[in-house]
């Protein structure tokens, strides 16, 4: 063989030889990626049901310190928690020690403080769980088991970017009236044998309050974030004018996913793919209201899309909002961990899991059947919609990776 030849044929099995190297590497990151995948949905499948135990054998912390420890940029509570079961306990039962009207906002909501200095956010109940919610998406007051299936919702999914919510049995007369500011206690009346009271918000009516049965009211509570970690409010790119005949630039613009893609903190870091997931994780609950959204302050786009205020969900389980997904399928991408979690998640298996997850909670049942069986068709129309995308892109388009390193340090 002459020596243009032997050097001609050394060079193709060279560049076989890489090429080879190269799709064995990826393969091998990608299956070892996707295994580990896979032993993090058996593990979160294990820890499913939260037995509310008060025991804090291992540790001299209260439950409040331990919750406080376990926020970090990307999370707001570790994959391994040993220790929620007390936590949850501890908010459904501690004292309360004081009550106010709740922070700014729209809906009805009390601000308590437990024993232990611990905030809370009291949601009262307004709809029986077999109501329907008639009218646009995000119509109807705040649903407090929505937040309660949601934080469920967060741990299956894996996010664990929402906080802590556990449902409570309260007593106005008992635990709330002799605790109350004199804010709060002003908005109380009496409609028949049931104490009410109808708070401080931007749609809070002395005509519209929320009604415990007798004195006991349902409600949910949700765990206040630490106040070293300050939170930051940002516009949400995909929010909705809520003005009847105007529509928003997304709403009209097929490319609009490519000019968010040029703005901070969209152009790089992980934000924009907190909003894709945070669109499955809408979609899934039937939210159509998230205008705003949280991040930590100063993160410069680094620290996670927290899932705060889920209560307007649940409200229709036979509507569909197929716009909630918008930014899924005008960007068409995916992390791959969260397209390998919903796979895992198919055939009934999200409906199983939401249960068995909710069933230790004070007021279960927290959902109707007909809200589950929802969310498993519209976690269909999910991977229905990123199918759509590979198929007209590619899968190594679509599906990103985006796996970070956590600390709990």
Not at 26 to 49: C, G, I, K, V, Y
Not at 182 to 209: D, H, I, V
Not at 278 to 297: C, K, M, P, V, W
Not at 370 to 385: E, F, G, K, V, Y
């Amino acid at each position: 063989m002459k020596l243009k030849q032997r050097v001609v044929l050394l060079a193709i099995l060279l560049v076989i030889f890489i090429f080879t190297k190269v799709f064995l590497i990826d393969n091998l990151d990608t299956s070892a990626a996707n295994r580990e995948d896979q032993r993090a949905f058996h593990r979160m499948m294990a820890s499913l049901r939260v037995e509310l135990d008060p025991r804090l054998d291992h540790t001299l912390q209260s439950p409040w310190e331990i919750a406080a420890q376990w926020v970090v940029p990307r999370e707001v509570y570790p994959e391994e928690t040993p220790e929620l079961g007390a936590v949850m306990h501890a908010m459904a039962t501690k004292k309360i020690i004081k009550a106010d009207v709740g922070y700014k906002g729209t809906q009805l909501k009390a601000l308590l403080i437990l024993e232990g200095g611990q905030k809370v956010v009291f949601k009262p109940k307004r709809y029986a769980r077999d109501y329907v919610v008639e009218g646009e998406p995000y119509a109807g007051y705040d649903r407090h088991n929505a937040e309660v299936a949601a934080f469920h919702l967060d741990r299956i999914l894996g996010f664990r970017r929402a906080p802590l919510v556990i449902g409570r049995f309260v007593n106005l007369r008992t635990e709330i009236k002799p605790v109350a500011t004199e804010q709060l206690l002003s908005t109380f009346l009496m409609l028949g044998n049931s104490t009410c009271f109808y708070g401080k918000c931007y749609y809070c009516r002395e005509t519209e309050p929320a009604c415990a049965d007798g004195d006991t009211m349902e409600g949910s509570v949700t765990l206040w974030l630490p106040d070293v970690w300050p939170l930051q409010k940002h516009r949400h790119p995909w929010g909705r004018t809520y003005r009847e005949g105007k529509l928003a630039r997304w709403e009209y613009d097929e490319s609009y996913c490519d000019a968010v893609k040029k703005t901070s903190p969209y152009d790089s870091g992980p934000r924009l793919l907190d909003i894709i997931d945070t669109a499955i994780f809408d979609y899934l609950i039937g939210n159509a209201d998230r205008h705003h959204y949280e991040s930590f302050q100063d993160d410069e786009g680094a620290s996670m899309l927290i899932l705060l205020d889920n209560a307007k969900s649940f409200g229709n389980p036979s509507l569909d909002e197929r716009s909630i997904l918008a930014p899924l399928y005008q960007c068409c991408i995916i992390r791959v961990s969260t397209w390998n979690r919903l796979n895992y998640l198919k055939n009934g298996v999200l409906k199983s899991a939401l249960k068995t997850a909710m069933s230790h909670d004070p007021i279960s049942p927290v959902l109707s059947d007909p809200h589950l069986d929802a969310m498993d068709q519209r976690l269909l129309s999910i991977l229905a919609t990123v199918k759509q995308c590979t198929d007209q892109f590619g899968p190594d388009i679509v599906l990103v990776e985006d796996r970070m390193t956590l600390s709990h340090l």
